[in-house]
């Protein structure tokens, strides 16, 4: 036999997602996640799998992995101490950033420290022009110097940052080889290697998140890789990346930055690939784990991506899948805060201790806490077989809040569910306006632990068609790190008006482009062909920002500045409702992704019912703080075909859907929930 694994470590429970790669047949599995021993929980899969399903390690051709050690390094601040050297007189980069405030209708609003404070950056004697030409060569002694006083400060690593290093990296290479011969202990970081934009603040706090994760991320995957090693997994260990692909785990190490978003990016690509089989061409991705609620916009089976992605405090500025992400997942706590107005959030109690219904020594009230309260989750074990609900808990949890808040535990229970879907609102209306749609024409595509308990609150609220429910909604982020394709991204600032003289000589730059990406290819050892994306950053003269606008390879090497500037018009258009034709148009950037595809599972139909669904038992559940006779049905008892009302209650066994009153499911041939609403 040979197997295909992607796994997902989320903050509470790791998933995987099997494929054996003879029959077609995917198996999937959640554990607890080992934030306290990383690699453990995969130690305890494998195993089990196994033992349920005679999986040899040894028999694994492929293994992926999503993680979120990167991220959470950054939100918690626990990183690098790392020394920034930077061109002399430009030591304020990361302190005066855009001179922006994070909220612009707030007046107290404070700007984060940075993470390389001012007294651990040092200027260099060094100048290369905006042309590329190198007017001031760095000099070893003033190199020297700065490492000294960066060991004297007690760095471990350091970021070098430029200025116009995006036209010529040598001075960022020279100072980088400098510090390689007197300091080989330290770690160093160059901007023009991390990603090469135009912008000195994007490129600099770019190339300082990567430096600032590098270590704890080589550190967790030379951990993860012991213990495949151990398992007798001999198989490459592939890394999902923040723009949807996969690289080798060498890459991984080096270029931390593009894996900043590597399990987030998992789950919109597997639910991009399972709405695309489906025939769902407009959804809007909801993935909630524990910690957060992650929204993105999927058109045709294909992500939204963008740069500058949101990172605790930081934005980074290479490719990613667009997401918006909100800190209120299942694990999210609820508290009152010294106004006495109840908060739901960004704190989680993780997978340890959890929420207090799950038993592991929690006692603080959470969502999860919450939807048990109100009796909608718990009437069957979760996260196959490793969590019994304990509702008594859950409601001692929200007890001590009765008091402050002057309510009855399930009208607690159902406001803490109401504040939750209110901040993923707000963040949702955000992502619409970003990408000029309408929530109205979309269907609300859940996933995650908790995405399809929730789902139909945010849906009612936003208006929208309807929910899907995918038959395996809690592994789909380990599913789409299965089926990621080999992907990268490659940029080369150009910075010319788009006419006939200046388009006309990107030929050698789109063949250089190429080059360099088919070589990425083969070195991840891909045997397969390659599918080439041009795109260019362009805008109309006096724009502070840029608009990614895809561009065919017969326009550019050609030099067709025509059509160049026809498909920037119409990508102005489409965004801001309206253009000027003529107007000039600046390229700023080019870029090129290439992508080598990976074997996908196929959807199989399930079996057409032949009679009613009857549920396995009713209970009393607790909807917008009313009593409701709910039916309670078990996911496995639906076939195609079969319709049921809510309220009703669908439980499996890596999720609870939770469908409220007014609101109708049906089963399609594939096994999805459509569940769409009955009730203005």
């Known amino acids: 036999m040979a197997y295909r694994i992607g796994v997902d470590v989320g903050g509470s429970f790791t998933d995987f997602a099997v494929l054996n790669a003879q029959t077609g047949e995917l198996a999937t599995l959640k554990v607890f996640s080992r934030p306290d021993a990383p690699g453990e929980e995969i130690r305890l899969a494998l195993d089990t799998l196994k033992a349920r399903d005679g999986l040899d390690p040894q028999d694994v051709r492929y293994f992926t992995h999503g993680t979120t050690v990167g991220v959470n390094t950054v939100l918690q601040r626990n990183g690098e101490t790392l020394a920034l050297f930077t061109t002399r007189n430009f030591e304020d980069v990361l302190d005066v950033a855009r001179l922006k405030i994070p909220q612009i209708h707030n007046l107290y609003s404070v700007r984060p420290e940075p993470l390389i404070s001012r007294d651990r950056v040092f200027g260099i004697g060094e100048r290369t022009l905006a042309t590329g030409e190198v007017l001031q060569a760095p000099d070893v002694a003033d190199v020297a110097a700065a490492v000294a006083a960066a060991r004297g400060a007690g760095c471990q690593g350091i970021v070098i940052a430029f200025l116009h290093a995006y036209r010529n990296p040598a001075n960022e290479r020279a100072v980088a080889q400098i510090i390689a011969g007197i300091a080989p202990d330290l770690a160093v970081v160059t901007s023009s290697a991390t990603w090469p934009i135009i912008r000195e603040y994007e490129r600099t706090i770019t190339a300082v998140i990567s430096g600032y994760v590098q270590a704890r991320v080589a550190h967790y995957l030379d951990r993860f890789e012991r213990v495949l090693h151990d398992k007798g997994v001999s198989c490459p260990l592939?890394?999902?990346?923040?723009?949807?692909?996969?690289?080798?785990?060498?890459?991984?190490?080096?270029?931390?930055?593009?894996?900043?978003?590597?399990?987030?990016?998992?789950?919109?690509?597997?639910?991009?690939?399972?709405?695309?089989?489906?025939?769902?061409?407009?959804?809007?991705?909801?993935?909630?784990?524990?910690?957060?609620?992650?929204?993105?916009?999927?058109?045709?089976?294909?992500?939204?991506?963008?740069?500058?992605?949101?990172?605790?405090d930081f934005q980074i500025h290479v490719p990613s899948v667009a997401v918006s992400s909100v800190g209120q997942g299942g694990g999210s706590i609820a508290w009152v805060d010294a106004y006495g107005v109840l908060q739901v959030g960004p704190h989680s109690a993780g997978s340890t201790p959890g929420p207090a219904c799950y038993g592991r020594g929690g006692t603080r009230p959470t969502i999860t806490d919450a939807m048990a309260a109100a009796n909608l989750i718990g009437h069957m074990p979760l996260g196959y077989g490793a969590v019994t609900v304990d509702r008594a808990a859950a409601r001692a949890a929200i007890a001590p809040l009765v008091g402050p808040l002057g309510a009855t535990i399930e009208g607690i229970a159902g406001n803490i569910i109401e504040i939750s879907v209110s901040g993923m609102y707000a963040e949702v209306s955000a992502l619409t306006s970003r990408f000029a749609i309408d929530p109205r024409e979309f269907h609300l595509f859940a996933f995650g632990g908790a995405g399809a308990m929730l789902a139909c609150f945010l849906a009612r609220e936003l208006d929208m068609q309807g929910v899907v429910v995918p038959p395996t909604p809690g592994v789909v982020s380990a599913l789409g790190g299965l089926i990621a394709d080999l992907k990268n991204d490659f940029v080369r600032t150009i910075y010319c008006g788009v006419t006939e003289t200046a388009i006309g000589s990107l030929g050698p730059v789109c063949d250089a482009l190429e080059a360099t990406a088919r070589a990425w290819l083969e070195a991840q050892g891909h045997e397969g062909g390659a599918e080439l994306r041009f795109s260019a950053d362009m805008r109309y003269p006096?724009?502070?920002?840029?608009?990614?606008?895809?561009?065919?390879?017969?326009?550019?090497?050609?030099?067709?500045?025509?059509?160049?500037?026809?498909?920037?018009?119409?990508?102005?258009?489409?965004?801001?409702?309206?253009?000027?034709?003529?107007?000039?148009?600046?390229?700023?950037?080019?870029?090129?992704?290439?992508?080598?595809?990976?074997?996908?599972?196929?959807?199989?139909?399930?079996?057409?019912?032949?009679?009613?669904?009857?549920?396995?038992?009713?209970?009393?559940?607790?909807?917008?703080?009313?009593?409701?006779?709910?039916?309670?049905?078990?996911?496995?008892?639906?076939?195609?075909?079969?319709r049921c009302c809510g309220p009703a209650i669908i439980a499996q066994d890596d999720t609870t859907t939770v469908v409220p009153p007014g609101f109708a499911v049906r089963v399609d041939r594939f096994g999805n929930l459509v569940i769409t609403r009955t009730e203005p």
């Open 542 to 642: 006096g724009q502070s920002f840029e608009i990614e606008t895809p561009l065919a390879d017969a326009w550019l090497r050609p030099g067709d500045a025509a059509a160049i500037r026809s498909a920037f018009h119409d990508a102005h258009a489409r965004l801001y409702g309206h253009s000027d034709p003529a107007a000039p148009v600046q390229m700023i950037s080019l870029r090129l992704v290439i992508r080598g595809r990976t074997p996908k599972p196929a959807l199989t139909p399930i079996p057409v019912a032949t009679g009613p669904i009857e549920p396995r038992l009713r209970v009393e559940g607790w909807f917008d703080g009313q009593g409701h006779d709910t039916a309670v049905y078990h996911r496995q008892d639906f076939a195609a075909g079969h």
């Open 238 to 312: 592939l890394i999902t990346k923040s723009n949807g692909g996969v690289m080798a785990i060498a890459e991984a190490r080096n270029q931390c930055v593009q894996m900043i978003l590597s399990g987030t990016a998992s789950g919109v690509i597997g639910a991009g690939y399972l709405a695309r089989g489906s025939g769902f061409d407009r959804i809007m991705s909801l993935d909630i784990g524990g910690t957060s609620a992650d929204v993105a916009v999927i058109l045709d089976g294909e992500a939204q991506y963008g740069v500058g992605e949101q990172i605790g």
